[in-house]
C-alpha cells in the first residue's frame, strides 16, 4: 500500500451513500483542530493544503481516500467544535456512532489528540462506541513539537495507561506533523492493518 499514491474517492453525507463494494477502511477521527487533516497529509506526503482541504461543507462529511485497490483512508468529520447548531450536532452524533459502530469493511480507527489536551470527554465517547466492535484503535498524539520531550513521554504512557485500564484493544504514539516525528512508525501500523 502506497500511502503517496491516495487520491480523492468520494464524499458520503449519509449512511445509505457509503460506498458498497468490499474493501479494507481506516477511519481518522478526532476533535476539531486535533490536527487530523495535518496528519492525513503528512501520512500521505503530501503538502499540508495540497490534499485534505477544508473545503467549505465537505468538513462535516465522511470523505474518503483510495490508496490502492479497495484500499481506503476515511476522514471523519471533526467533533468538538462548540460553535455549530445543535441539529448538525446531533446528525454527526449519528453518522459517526452508526458508521463506526456498524461499517463492516472498517478495519481501525485513528484517532487524532492534540497531546496538550489528551482524552477529552468527546474522545473518551468515540473510544466506547469503537471499543464495543473490539476493532483495534491507535492513537496519534498530535503537535507533540510543541511540548518536551520528557512532558511528551509522560502523556503517552498516561494514554496507554487509559488504554490497559478501560481494556481497549488500542495503540497509542507520539506524533508532530510539524516535524513529522511518529510518521514512519504510523505508516508501519497503518500498511499492516490495509494488509490484513
Ligand atoms: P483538524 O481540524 O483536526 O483537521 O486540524 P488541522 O490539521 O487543520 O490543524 C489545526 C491547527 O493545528 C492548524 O493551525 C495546524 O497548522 C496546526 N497543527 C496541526 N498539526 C500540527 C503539528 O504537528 N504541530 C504544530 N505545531 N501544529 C500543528
Redesign the pocket.
Known sequence: VLFSKAEFYTTVNHLRDLPKEPGVEIAFA?R???????AINTLAGRGRFAFVSKTPGRTQHINFFQLGTRRFIVDLP?YGYAKVPLAIRQHWTELLSRYLQTRETLFGMVL?MDIRHPIMPLDVQMLEWFALTKKPVHILL??A??INRSKAAETLRLVRNYLAAHQIAGSAQIF???TSEGKDEAILLLANWLES
Open positions: 478526532g476539531s483542530n486535533a490536527g487530523k487533516s495535518s471533526g487524532i498530535s503537535k513539537d510543541k508532530s506533523s510539524m
